[in-house]
């Protein structure tokens, strides 16, 4: 049982290190890497759009609550 479960993982490592070795691993990491201070700073500037629309969403919500309130 040992033996058959070391075999697997190091197959498995094996078959790790060969994808990796692929021209398409390689352009994933370095595209990655030039591209993630573009993701992160989208994420940060769409984040704060959504939180933004949202505040307004409730502001107006809350207006009209007090304005339909009094009729």
Do not use: D
């Amino acid at each position: 049982m040992e033996s058959n479960s070391r075999r697997y993982r190091s197959r498995r490592e094996r078959e790790r290190q060969e994808a990796k070795n692929t021209i398409g691993y390689k352009v994933w990491v370095v595209m990655f890497t030039i591209l993630y201070p573009f993701i992160a700073i989208f994420t940060f500037v769409f984040s704060g759009i959504l939180m933004a629309f949202s505040a307004l969403s409730r502001a107006v919500v809350y207006l009209l609550g007090k304005v339909y309130a009094r009729s």
